[in-house]
């Protein structure tokens, strides 16, 4: 089943991301480092919630920017932040056991009204706009965290503050 791979990878980078995590100071979540850039908050939240495009993607046929149906999260401390992440892991993951080849396979749009940004295979969309997605954020909240001297959990063996 072309679901499994993805499985094992999203509990793979989940459980780095929740390393991630754990270490935000949801008490400063409204610093950022540069006037362009979100808040560590919202960063951290992102990252947290990015999981739920999976699931997602594989419940509905698009996603339409000019008509969210999603809620804003806004967890408060790093506890909840963390179950936030951990709540959409699960929904992906139990998502992607239900998904047959043919649904991974099924087209999916994401538009903004009239204009199409682009439309692909589920599979692709998982692979791009979800884990891709997540790894990118992932990465610059370790240099938020980098930023505000917090030490870096390594990913994909130690960091220099595991040395």
Same mark, same amino acid.
């Given at each position: 089943m072309r *679901? @499994? *791979?993805? !499985?094992? @990878? $999203? @509990?793979? @980078?989940a459980a780095q991301t929740r390393k991630m995590l754990q270490r935000v100071p949801m008490d400063q979540k409204d610093w950022? %480092?540069?006037e362009k850039s979100m808040t560590l908050g919202r960063l951290a939240t992102h990252v947290a919630e990015l %999981?739920?495009? !999976?699931t997602m993607t594989l419940n509905s046929e698009e996603l339409d920017l000019l008509k969210p149906n999603w809620k804003t999260n806004k967890p408060t401390t790093t506890d909840e932040l963390v179950? $936030?992440?951990?709540d959409s892991t699960r929904e992906a993951v139990e998502a992607l056991r239900n998904a047959t080849d043919e649904t991974m396979m099924n087209k999916w749009s994401l538009r903004r009204g009239d204009a199409v940004f682009f439309t692909m295979p589920r599979l692709s969309v998982i692979r791009t706009m979800s884990m891709n997605h997540i790894l990118h954020h992932r990465g610059q909240l370790s240099v938020f965290l980098r930023l505000l001297n917090i030490p870096v959990p390594g990913m994909y063996g130690p960091s220099a503050d595991d040395v």
């Open positions: *679901s @499994e *791979s993805i !499985i094992k @990878e $999203l @509990e793979h @980078e950022k %480092p540069h %999981p739920r495009w !999976i179950a $936030l992440h951990d």
